[in-house]
């Protein structure tokens, strides 16, 4: 079933009020791609953007030194 303009418009003034968005550029010939980074969290029952999350979170802390 397609969802109507009024619900697709909600959903998007949701996701612009709740949430912030990052770009990150990644070379395509990189030893660390983008096939890599989805590869691994794949590999470990993540979601890319659940592994980005994590990776970024445990560095912050490291680097806090928590």
Do not use: P
């Amino acid at each position: 079933m397609a969802q109507s303009k009024a619900h697709m418009d909600a959903a998007s003034r949701f996701n612009k009020k709740t949430y912030d968005r990052i770009q990150v550029s990644i070379r395509k010939d990189a030893e660390i791609n983008r096939d890599v980074i989805r590869n691994h969290a794949q590999s470990r029952g993540e979601s890319t953007n659940g592994f980005l999350l994590r990776a970024v979170t445990e560095t912050i802390r490291r680097d806090k030194g928590e």
